[in-house]
């Protein structure tokens, strides 16, 4: 028997009409959909491309649990992959969907590693919540041999500090609970004037702001972006 294949297919920041193409013709298709959840949750992959989801498609729900605990989470994609499996094993394919990117802080990459030393996969881009960040922000990121550095909130302030001075431009993801010390050590560096704020972007809701006006608490999703080069336009 043929086995099926894995396709991850990234549905964009949030909202569905970012979805490419690609994606939505085999989300459209899909015998077998899978995606992440929090844990007794709902799940945003799944709202993102509701509209596309074929009613007869059986649905693997990924129960994951949002903790700093790695064996939880672990034992969730454990689960999920056993049961991906054995739609694979039995020659159907299988579409999971995945927030974002799938290899870019994606969810499908846990699925990726457990599954693809075993069956075929193929892997469909995403637009990125950094770049849709900054076109809502409407901030350029680098220019012509400037320097990205994307860096996670959760990092201590020494290393972000350090991360953050050595950059041209950065993005700072899963501000979340770390806002006011990420904030303080970008007013440190002197370039709270450089940074732009963006919560909930692409979806209801979004919120773009110069740091020095973000609140003081942020969700998970949000993110910092700082500048440091000449504006390119200028």
Not at 17 to 44: H, Q
Not at 126 to 150: D, H, I, K, Q, Y
């Amino acid at each position: 028997m043929t086995f099926g294949t894995l396709h991850g297919v990234g549905l964009g920041p949030g909202a569905p009409d970012l979805i490419t193409l690609r994606a939505a013709r085999l989300i459209k298709g899909a015998r077998v959909i899978a995606y992440p959840a929090l844990a007794g949750g709902d799940s945003l992959a799944r709202s993102i491309a509701a509209d596309l989801i074929p009613q007869e498609a059986g649905e693997i729900v990924l129960d994951v649990p949002m903790s700093t605990a790695r064996a939880p989470a672990q034992a969730a994609y454990d689960t999920g992959a056993a049961r991906i499996a054995a739609h694979l094993q039995a020659g159907r394919d299988v579409v999971y969907l995945c927030e974002g990117d799938p290899f870019f802080y994606g969810s499908f990459m846990y699925v990726f590693a457990r599954l693809a030393p075993r069956f075929a996969v193929a892997v469909v881009p995403g637009v990125t919540s950094v770049t849709a960040c900054a076109a809502l922000a409407r901030r350029p990121l680098v220019a012509r041999n400037e320097r990205l550095e994307v860096l996670p909130g959760p990092l201590p302030d020494d290393q972000l500090a350090a991360r953050i001075a050595g950059a041209d431009s950065v993005a700072i993801m899963k501000v979340g609970r770390h806002m006011a010390r990420i904030r303080a050590v970008v007013a440190n560096l002197g370039l709270t004037e450089r940074a732009v704020y963006v919560e909930r972007a692409t979806l209801a809701g979004e919120v773009v702001l110069p740091l020095a006006d973000a609140p003081d608490v942020a969700p998970y999703f949000s993110m910092i972006l700082i500048t440091k080069g000449a504006d390119p336009w200028l």
